[in-house]
């Protein structure tokens, strides 16, 4: 059987506040798999332990109980975070350096060969798109491209896992779409990812797998699929449906023992509308350029 | 290991890059620059042959003023800014162990130190040696003219290498500092907590020559044994305190074994603070 990419077991974390030590459990007894090659979303309301749970993978918190591998290596390990690469909730960086600066320093810091950093920092830059700005200082930069500079250099080393907390907080549905569609390359080139967010459009599209945190525990994991299934009931998109084909269908239905719930006007969801209609109003500046 | 020596150097590198870019650093150089400059003024008094000895203590003061305050602050601020900022987060979440992470931050202020008071001596030897010739020349004519029953006197000539041998030793004393402020700063919640208690800090290692001075006449065992473990806890930073003695020809100069002495002094706390930082920050929540 293959190694999962995250495997935390009973896992709990507790934190120490004031001068009396008063004890508050972020994470109580969690245990969930990623698989390798899957992306993975990590769902929850604001204090449900998101970002507890990811800084354990990340080795930056020691759990109070339990433990957690990264492709079967201790997650507070250095070999661990060798295979993991990591883009923070609205990331900050040094804004004098400009982006290829700031993902080459990134490079050398994960040791990436030397007669390897320039291409290898030109590669992930082209990949997320930022080739025209590289060259400029990340100060300069809107909060979109800083999204995906911090994901270059999250993909510099060539990890086995990116964790993705918050890609798109602040990012305009273009840009959200942008990182959506990195996540599925990142995937394609065979990376695992887990991905944190509250745009949840956005994980039940790119996601396989998912769990979700409430105060500390683990309320729902498995396939986005299984999860969003409603047994027993189906859909069917109808094309130019007639009011009076109503009635028929219902006796059909009644003679096979099912029952009509109810008809619903087909809706385009509005994230894809906004892309549409702003690809469209694009396509026509240019045109009219 | 290698790879360890080589993060350290390029943490080292973008910490004192970043800190040079601060208005802070740029405006205490600026200040330490004016100051010095300002020594000039010092021609309008009748110092007589005395006057390099006011000036080099005055540039010497500022220098170990503004160097004081640089050193704590800006090893403050780029200590928080990080993880203020969360860059220490991606940074931790990369293969870059703790201790090569604040490794690195020190080797940066150590850097930034060094070019604090590298500007600072230099503009000051500069100054000195400016001032030197003029008197000289002056003191000659004075002389020739039998003004003067003597020549300007050798003892209040300035010794070049004595005073980059003084710009050595306070570098490493504000290394110290920056080193005591790490460690403060490794488990304090806030920049400015870092900074009043590594003042504090400071004073005590400042001060602490007089529980020195008096140890023998605490009568208590215990008071002198605390006072003995707190003389030990805290640097004496009085023993670098030996600019005038090197400047200037002294009449007992300073032995070379002393100043030996007072760098391996610096060094030992250096390591001994530093590893205290790496010990409490291991264990730091980020």
Not at chain 2, 71 to 78: C, D, G, W, Y
Request: hydrophobic share 50%; charged share 20%.
């Amino acid at each position: 059987m293959a190694v999962p990419a995250i495997k935390i077991t009973n896992l709990t974390k507790d934190f120490r506040l004031g001068l009396r030590g008063v004890k508050l459990r972020a994470v109580d007894n969690l245990s969930f798999e990623v698989a390798d090659n899957h992306v993975f979303g990590l769902l929850g309301p604001n204090g449900s332990g998101k970002s507890t749970t990811m800084k354990v993978i990340l080795g930056l918190l020691e759990p109070t109980i339990g433990q957690c591998e990264i492709f079967g290596l201790r997650s507070d390990s250095v070999e661990a975070r060798r295979l993991v690469g990591y883009l923070p909730e609205s990331p900050y960086f040094y804004r004098f350096l400009t982006g290829r600066e700031l993902v080459d320093y990134y490079a050398s810091i994960c040791n990436v060969p030397r007669n390897e950093r320039a291409k290898r920092v030109a590669d992930v830059i082209e990949l997320v798109g930022l080739t025209a700005a590289a060259d400029r200082r990340v100060g300069t930069y809107s909060k979109g491209m800083l999204q995906r500079i911090g994901l270059a250099q999250a993909v510099v080393h060539d990890p086995r896992l990116v964790i993705l907390d918050e890609p798109t907080a602040g990012v305009d549905p273009i840009g959200s779409e942008a990182i959506s569609e990195l996540i599925i390359e990142l995937k394609r080139r065979g990376k695992t990812v887990l991905l944190c967010s509250h745009l949840l459009a956005q994980v039940e599209g790119v996601c396989d797998d998912l769990a979700i945190l409430n105060q500390g525990h683990l309320v729902a994991a498995g396939s986005v699929g299984e999860l969003l299934r409603r047994d027993g009931q189906s859909n069917l998109v109808v094309e130019n449906f007639p009011a009076a084909a109503k009635v028929e269908i219902e006796a059909v239905l009644a003679r096979h023992g099912a029952k009509l719930r109810h008809i619903d006007e087909a809706r385009v969801a509005l994230d894809r509308l906004f892309l549409e209609k702003i690809g469209a109003a694009d396509t026509h500046s240019k045109e009219t350029q | 290991m290698i790879s360890s020596l080589r993060q350290i150097s390029q943490i080292a590198r973008l910490t004192f890059l970043e800190a040079v870019r601060q208005r802070f650093f740029n405006f205490l150089v600026l200040l330490g620059l004016a100051l010095i400059g300002s020594a000039s003024f010092f021609r309008r008094f009748d110092f007589g042959p005395q006057e390099l000895r006011f000036i080099a203590d005055f540039g010497l003061g500022g220098i170990v003023f503004f160097g004081s305050i640089l050193a704590i602050v800006a090893t403050a601020q780029l200590f928080f800014g990080e993880i203020e900022n969360r860059t220490a987060l991606t940074m931790l979440a990369k293969p870059v162990r703790r201790w090569a992470f604040l490794a690195g931050k020190l080797l940066g202020i150590v850097l930034l130190m060094l070019v604090f008071v590298g500007l600072l001596t230099t503009l000051l030897g500069a100054f000195l040696w400016w001032r030197e010739q003029q008197l000289i020349d002056f003191y000659h004519q004075l002389f020739l003219a039998h003004q003067m029953p003597t020549d300007f006197p050798d003892t209040q000539r300035v010794q070049i290498g004595g005073l980059i041998m003084n710009a050595l030793l306070q570098w490493l004393k504000f290394d110290v500092l920056a080193a005591i402020t790490l460690l403060v700063a490794s488990f304090s919640n806030t920049n400015l907590y870092t900074v009043v208690v590594s003042f504090f800090i400071y004073l005590i290692c400042q001060l602490q020559y007089i529980a020195h001075d008096n140890w023998d006449k605490i009568a208590s065992p215990f008071l002198r044994g605390l006072s003995w473990f707190l003389g030990k806890l805290f640097p004496n930073f009085q023993l670098f305190a030996v600019g005038e003695l090197l400047v200037f020809p002294a009449k007992i100069p300073v032995p070379h074994s002393a100043i030996a002495a007072a760098i391996g002094y610096g060094l030992l706390y250096i390591a001994v603070f530093t590893t205290l930082a790496v010990g409490s920050f291991r264990s730091r929540e980020i």
